[in-house]
């Protein structure tokens, strides 16, 4: 098992879905965890029970990550509940769905907002307590690499700027021992892309496993990057999609 003891995270959107799972993997993991969510209070307090009953520390903060002045005031918190960080883990994202000839302005820039500028904020503000052997970790998407059917493309540039964004950032942290990875889920099922969904059957398709994955299998690999095991490892890219891209 991987020991996170005495680490400190921060997961952004870890009220729900892959993010939720992140921050409790985490905290079963033996790290204490702060994490955002912008407006599922019900769900973040259950988080929260979820990371206290593995007996660690946990803290909900609200913040809307299209608000450059929410994520620092999110990240000073963390900091100031878990006494510094370790860890930082981008998983908030949206998606919005149309066509480029249809392209709402306003969605378009939300999605890059939230998908493209807070990745890069949350670092920005998290960077000055990160030490020797601390972690970035960003959950980008398999449709960053592929888009296998239109009405996706704003969502799919979104997650394909993240391969840069860490390639990057590995080399300007990398001479502080501290690590940047990328990991790239497929069809995960989550509230927002059941299982059961409409376009289910077609996602599953697309795989060489022929299912979906379980948020807990995409929160696994997280772990192990943000852990000694994985020292070695920076501006990497791990895919976790059942093969859809293979």
């Not at 959107?13 to 407006?39: C, E, K, N, P």
């Not at 929410?70 to 990240?75: E, G």
């Not at 960080?85 to 998983?91: A, E, R, Y």
Request: charged share 20%; glycine share 10%; aromatic share 4%.
């Amino acid at each position: 098992m991987i020991d996170l003891s005495g680490r400190r995270a921060l997961v952004t959107g870890g009220s729900r879905g892959i993010g939720a799972a992140i921050a409790v993997a985490l905290a079963d993991s033996g790290a204490d965890v702060a994490f955002t969510y912008h407006r599922s209070t019900e769900k973040a307090e259950a988080v929260v029970r979820s990371i206290e009953s593995h007996g660690r520390r946990a803290a909900a903060i609200q913040a809307d990550s299209a608000d450059p002045q929410a994520i620092a005031r999110a990240v000073e918190e963390a900091v100031a509940k878990l006494g510094g960080l370790d860890i930082l883990v981008n998983s908030a994202a949206i998606g919005h769905a149309g066509n480029i000839a249809d392209l709402n302005l306003e969605e378009y820039q939300t999605v890059m907002d939230v998908n493209v500028r807070a990745p890069v904020l949350f670092a920005k503000a998290v960077i000055p307590h990160l030490r020797d052997g601390g972690r970035i970790v960003t959950i980008g998407s398999a449709l960053g690499e592929r888009v296998p059917f239109p009405g996706i493309t704003p969502y799919a540039m979104s997650k394909a700027a993240l391969t840069s964004f860490t390639r990057g950032l590995s080399r300007e942290l990398g001479p502080n021992g501290i690590t940047v990875n990328l990991v790239q889920p497929g069809a995960t099922d989550t509230d927002s892309n059941p299982a059961d969904g409409a376009a289910a059957d077609f996602q599953r398709s697309l795989t060489s496993l022929g299912r979906y994955g379980e948020p807990r299998e995409i929160a696994n690999a997280v772990v192990f990057l943000a852990s000694p095991a994985a020292a070695v490892i920076t501006g990497a890219t791990l895919t976790a999609d059942g093969g859809a891209i293979a």
